[in-house]
């Protein structure tokens, strides 16, 4: 099996250098496929079979070979393999690692949320399937809900953590691990309820929207219950403090202050910068303190019972207070079963909460009275990507003057 947390340099020839521990080593043409093939656990039989429609000839066979030697004598693969937590820092390591698994299983209501839901969809006798499973929590909760299986889906070699939690709580036997991503595993059975907690700080950002599509058709029963189910999106107007505005824009004080420090001319960065809605993601301790100007506007809702497509969110955000508009932060509400609803607004969170809040702020802003409107857009152009946008920069030329 292939080592964790490998850094891997690909030249114009698809060779390979390799960085592990401290130790670079330089491997041929078929370690690219190798180290792929080798990311679970296979025999050098299987791992063969898998590259043979790769491997013209007896020539690019023996090559093979003679690669994967290399790479076990170098230490890349492994004949035993070890599942824990990475060791790698953040956030290189990723969900592997014990820091986000600690910030979500910290935050008082998300985690908290997710198992009450759980443990009122899951029926007994049930098949589930969780997605991302992480610390294991939901697997577990839907076992002790009375599931007859769970099967349990995580890519990171912090898999084997979530498999003590289990052992730990006497439901291993009815829970099955499987290290694999979403959109490449394949079940004996179908499940009657999917459980995933991949809901991003843009509540669609981590692409939950097309990876529930594809357990929908290919993994589940149809009708299948869906942990979350509906996710609502708001738009806030928001007066961010000028520091940080200048933190995610490039403002005329950064010009003067960086022509006097090194006497050079960076207005191309200011004329650069000019019209761009700059996107960001804060703590929402933070986010709550920053003055609203506006209620929370309806903004976009997700169905993910339904199809996953590319759409736009429109809202007419109406002020409820004067003052200096300049940024827009949403936050969502997600429907986790049919009487337990998670919120995202800021109001709501602490500095334990584990999703940030999403903003953006605008190219400048607008001196905003009681029943100005703002129009925004959403624009979510699928697989976790999204931008905001003002209805025309004219538009806000206007509501400013």
């Not at 403090?241 to 191309?268: I, K, L, T």
């Not at 334990?352 to 400048?364: D, E, I, N, V, Y």
Request: glycine content about 8%.
């Amino acid at each position: 099996m292939r080592r964790p947390d490998l850094i891997v340099q690909l030249d114009s020839a698809n060779t390979a250098r390799v960085h592990h521990g401290r130790v670079v080593s330089e491997f041929g043409r078929h370690a690219p496929a190798l180290l792929d093939v080798f990311w679970q656990p296979r025999t050098v039989g299987e791992a063969l079979r898998l590259l043979a429609p790769r491997l013209a000839g007896a020539r690019a066979l023996d090559e093979a070979v003679s690669t994967l030697s290399q790479l076990v004598s170098a230490g890349v693969l492994a004949t035993e393999h070890r599942l824990g937590f990475t060791d790698l820092v953040f956030p290189m390591g990723g969900y592997g690692m014990a820091y986000p698994n600690i910030r979500m299983l910290d935050d008082p209501m998300r985690k908290r949320l997710f198992v009450r839901a759980v443990k009122e969809v899951v029926q007994p006798g049930d098949v589930v399937l969780d997605l991302g499973t992480g610390s294991g929590i939901l697997a577990v909760a839907a076992a002790q809900a009375g599931a007859r299986l769970v099967y349990a889906v995580e890519p990171a070699q912090s898999i084997g953590v979530a498999q003590a939690v289990a052992e730990r709580n006497g439901v291993a036997d009815r829970i099955t691990f499987l290290r694999d991503w979403s959109s490449s595993v394949e079940l004996p059975e179908r499940a009657d309820v999917l459980t995933t907690d991949i809901v991003g700080n843009d509540a669609l950002d981590m692409a939950i929207w097309e990876t529930v599509q594809d357990a929908r058709e290919r993994l589940l029963v149809p009708g299948a219950r869906l942990v979350p189910e509906l996710i609502n999106a708001y738009a806030t107007l928001v007066d961010l403090p000028s520091e940080f505005v200048a933190a995610h824009r490039v403002v005329p004080e950064h010009v003067e202050q960086w022509n006097a420090r090194y006497g050079m001319d960076f207005s191309p960065l200011l004329e650069h910068d000019r019209d761009r809605v700059a996107g960001f993601y804060e703590p929402p301790d933070l986010a709550a303190r920053w003055p609203r100007l506006s209620p929370p506007t309806p903004l976009f809702d997700v169905d993910l019972h339904r199809r996953a497509r590319v759409f736009t969110g429109t809202a007419e955000v109406v002020a409820d207070r004067a003052g200096a508009a300049n940024g827009v932060i949403i936050h969502f509400e997600a429907r986790l079963s049919p009487g337990t609803t998670l919120s995202t607004d800021p109001a709501d969170g602490c500095d334990k909460s584990h999703w940030f809040t999403a903003g953006w702020a605008f190219p400048r802003p607008a001196d905003v009275a009681p029943g100005t409107a703002v129009a925004l857009s959403y624009h979510y152009t699928g697989d976790g990507r999204a931008a905001v946008e003002l209805a025309g920069l004219a538009a806000l030329e206007e509501v400013t003057a």
